[in-house]
């Protein structure tokens, strides 16, 4: 009896903790080379994380962003959306080898499973999205 | 098959279409505007400086002030991918790939897309070194050799870019000069160190792993580079044309200066037609006599339609 309870207490908790954090969860955030770990690599141990490398000297990137944030506020919390500004965050652009923007990575479990780059039609980008979050 | 059937359809958002849609919003056409994208190859234009009333606006925002006029109006833009187009018992159907849709008349303003080389390399490197936007990539190239493929001035104005952070520039080219250059443009290049030109050449492939590593010629020639700019100029979607039957002259819908296409309710403006300049102004006019044909045309079938029903009442009198 003790351990059913324990367990129900366990299940409880779990669920307090998931829906605290639910309601925390930003759905579009703004890293950099400081934050990126936290941030992006280990919140995508939780839930997928879309990394959006960027600048505002890159006219399709900001085709592209309006359509990501969108997409992040339909779907719902299903990932977070995070933007990358190369312009301060060169670090990143090197570490992952970006070479053209705007870049996209899914990362999961703190690693990349999936990218694309430009500014791809908003259909297109459902489909990529669907396609990965469809995997976990 | 969904909703009602519109009386003019719009494929296409960039200048062109846009103002198609404003004046058909005026003229109030039930219109729809469908696009794989809002904006247009204008809105990755760094700067317009020709457009009246604006010594220099980002085309980004030209183009979200056209689409705002055209919400305004009450115009909606369906971010959708055009898969079919046919005509169909005097109605076009336009299947998506989200439905289909059903218009009385169609205007054509899809525009153009910047020209892929077509070798083995470029679409597996995309993002690896192979770019279409100087503007957006050169900083990721510092130190590095790069090579601009073309020689037009989007061309040399890409690798006067690019040489502010490259290593070195190849300028290769398949002609024996800047033909098309502006000689402005051509006396800076000269000037620029950093530059080298190749005439003369082709690309016949581009290698790499995890990146560009080098370009192969066509002549066997290699050359060493990290990063490939192509600046090789524009061509039209050629798909939607093939579809309707439509009269093409290099790939560019051929019209009448009323904008009407060899097509009987199909219309065509910007730059998808064979007009003499591919500006956003030319783009906007085109588009504005497109709706205006559109209208007198719709126009003309409902006038019919009317002397008809007149006509049956007037016997129904007798």
């Known amino acids: 009896m003790d351990e059913e309870l324990q367990r129900i207490r366990e299940m409880k908790m779990k669920e307090m903790i998931k829906n605290l954090r639910r309601d925390r969860m930003e759905t579009v955030i703004e890293v950099n080379d400081e934050s990126f770990q936290e941030k992006v690599i280990e919140q995508s141990k939780g839930v997928p994380v879309v990394v959006d490398f960027w600048a505002q000297w890159c006219m399709p990137c900001m085709m592209l962003g309006p359509t990501l944030d969108k997409l992040a506020k339909d779907y719902n919390e299903k990932f977070v959306l995070a933007k990358v500004n190369m312009e301060s965050s060169r670090g990143l652009a090197q570490r992952y080898g970006i070479m053209s923007i705007p870049a996209v990575k899914m990362f999961k479990n703190g690693k990349v499973v999936d990218e694309f780059v430009g500014a791809l039609p908003e259909p297109q980008i459902k489909d990529w999205i669907d396609r990965n979050l469809g995997d976990s | 098959m969904e909703g009602s059937t519109y009386d003019l359809a719009i494929i296409g958002s960039g200048p062109a279409g846009l103002t198609a849609g404003i004046y058909a919003g005026r003229y109030l056409l039930n219109t729809l505007i469908i696009s ?211 009269k093409t002259d290099k790939g560019y819908i051929v019209v009448d200066n009323m904008q009407k296409t060899n097509v009987g309710g199909v219309f065509a403006a910007g730059d998808v037609t064979n007009n003499p300049l591919k500006q956003v102004i030319t783009a906007c006019g085109q588009g504005a006599v497109a709706a205006m044909s559109a209208y007198e045309e719709l126009n003309k079938e409902n006038d019919g339609l009317k002397d008809n029903e007149k006509g049956i009442q007037g016997l129904a009198i007798q």
């Open chain 2, 36 to 246: 794989r994208e809002s904006g247009g190859t204008i809105m990755e234009a760094h700067r317009v400086c020709n457009f009246p009333t604006y010594n220099e606006i980002r085309g980004f925002d030209l183009s979200r002030k056209m689409i705002e006029q055209v919400g305004e109006l009450g115009i909606h833009i369906k971010n959708e991918t055009v898969e079919k187009l046919k005509e169909n018992d005097g109605f076009f159907e336009i299947k998506t790939n989200v439905g289909t849709h059903r218009s009385k008349k169609l205007i054509i303003a899809t525009g153009r897309e910047k020209r892929k080389l077509g070798v083995a390399g470029e679409k597996e490197l995309l993002g690896k070194g192979v770019s279409y936007c100087a503007t957006c990539d050169a900083a990721f190239f510092k130190d590095k050799n790069v090579a601009v493929i073309g020689g037009s001035n989007s061309a040399l104005t890409a690798a006067l870019l690019v040489a502010e952070y490259a290593k070195k520039v190849y300028i290769i080219y398949r002609r024996e000069r800047f033909f098309r250059a502006d000689p402005a443009w051509v006396r800076i290049t000269d000037k620029n160190e950093k530059i080298e030109y190749m005439f003369n050449s082709e690309v016949g492939s581009i290698k790499g792993g995890n990146s560009v590593e080098k370009l192969v010629l066509k002549d066997g020639l290699e050359v060493e580079v990290g990063g490939v700019f192509i600046e090789i100029g524009y061509e039209p979607n050629r798909e939607i044309p093939k579809q309707l039957d439509l």
